[in-house]
Each structure stands twice: as structure tokens, then as C-alpha cells.
């Protein structure tokens, strides 16, 4: 399947219009995870090099065909001396089928504090899930076959008073990234969408729903490397009315708080006819 590069590739068709990539896969409808990406990447290519994205939030809109390449059209909103802000539209056949909005700013020093990474098995304790899964779960991953992800069972999991739903997640890019930051960046908005809304099912493992995501946001708070060892820590706060919010904070092995996601997802129970 599509590597990184592939999947996060899009063409300047004018000042402010960018046409993503349209690549090989099996699913009936465009990742997520793919489409929030190009359209970061379209927003990256409006700003000046010195401003850094430091968050997003997207809105699910309409599923995508994948066979069709996405238009995404960007609005400067706002170019200030900190920070800028870009809206996004993923657009196909017409219909918005996305919209996203992202903030950018220079760094600039400041206090300094941020929660600490919870005890879990490493990522080397763990069997690369590619070793392990069942031929019919191997195939639907194939998808994500770049992506070396490695789940934390349930029965070690990180337990905390009141967290009803957790769910742990190593994962990283199995091949060497370059050194920019901004693909860092866009790999871990593609990969962010990979694995949270499943932490709504931790607690209704054998209940049929059909799940998809409907917004996003991210929050890049400390450099990182999405080609190196990252730990998904993940919970699902609440859900109900056919809904599910997720929730997920994202460490790297030194345990620096990297980054921040939220995403409500449509987690409806499938009823037999």
C-alpha cells in the first residue's frame, strides 16, 4: 500500500489550491487520517518557514471516495507578527467533504510543565502485531503496512482511578523520515486518526457498531519523530446517543509530552433487520 510520501502527496494547482494524491487501497472510503494530513500539508505550503503549526481541528463532513483525488481550497484568515491561521475545505465532486482549521506560531519562552507519561510496557516488550494477527486481520491492516503498532493488552494496562475506557498504543513509521519537522508533523496528523476511536470500544468488546470519525483536533506541543517509538495513550470519556468522545496524549520515549488529540467519533449499535 501507499507509503507516507504517497499518501501525504499533493500538487499546487494555484496561489491558494492544492490537489491531493489518489492512491491504492482497499477501503470503501477515504482514511481519514490521510485527507486531515494532505490538508495540513496544504495549509503548511501558504505560511512562512519560521511559523510552526501547533494545532488543528478538523470536521469529518462527508465520507470520501478513494478513488477520487481531494481539491483543497485555503483561506488565509489571519497573517500576524506570532501566530497565523489557514482554513482548509477538502473538496470532491463539488461537495465539502472537509474543513479544517490550523494555527501556526513562532515559539517564543515561556513556563514549562506537562503531565508525566504513564509506566506501560516498551514498545521491545511487546510482538510486532504484524507477528501475531489473525490472516483476516492481517489483510484489513494492510492498509498500514509502513506502520509498526504495537497495542498494550489490556490486562497491563495503565489503570487510573475514574478512567473507564483505556487503551495503549505504541506505533512509528517503520522506515526513515526526513529530518524536516513539517513531515513529522503531518505524519503524526495522519496517523493520529489510526487506533483512538477504538478505545470507545475497550469497554464493549463483543457489541457491533459502526464507527467513523467526525472531528479532530491536535495539538503539537514538543518536537518529535514520527519514525521513532511513540506511545498513544488513549481513554474514551464518555459516550452515548450513538456518539463516543476519545481522547489521547502522545509521549515519546524520554517521556516528553509531544503531542495532544480529541476526536468524537459516530459509534452506532448495528441492529439486526
Known sequence: MATIEEALE?????????????TK?????????????????AAVRTVEPRFQVHSLHGYFLRPGNPEERTVYLVERIRD????????????QDGAAIFTMSASFHVGDAGP??????????????LPDASTTMSPERLWAMREWEHWDI??????????????????????RYRHPLPDDPVVHVCTLAYMSDMTL???????????????????????????????????????????????????GKIFNREGELVAAVVQEGLIRTLRGE
Request: aromatic content about 8%; proline content about 6%; glycine content about 10%.
Open 197 to 247: 476511536l477504538g478505545s470507545s470500544k475497550v469497554t464493549h468488546p463483543d457489541e457491533p457498531t459502526q464507527n467513523a470519525s467526525l472531528d479532530h483536533a491536535m495539538w503539537f506541543l514538543r518536537p518529535f519523530r514520527a519514525d521513532e517509538w511513540l506511545l498513544y495513550d488513549q481513554s474514551s470519556p464518555s459516550a452515548g446517543f450513538g456518539r463516543a468522545l476519545t481522547g
Open 150 to 171: 504495537r497495542t498494550v493488552p489490556q490486562d497491563v494496562v495503565t489503570r487510573r482511578d475514574g478512567v473507564v475506557s483505556p487503551q495503549q498504543v505504541w506505533f
Open 112 to 125: 514549562e510543565h506537562q503531565d508525566e507519561m504513564p509506566s506501560v510496557q516498551g514498545p521491545d516488550e
Open 25 to 41: 487501497t482497499q477501503l470503501v472510503r477515504t482514511f481519514g487520517g490521510q485527507v486531515a494530513g494532505q490538508a495540513l500539508v
Open 80 to 91: 500576524g507578527r506570532s501566530f497565523c491561521t489557514r482554513r482548509v475545505t477538502g473538496v
Open 10 to 22: 499533493i500538487e499546487r494547482l494555484e496561489r491558494d489550491i492544492f490537489r491531493g494524491a489518489s
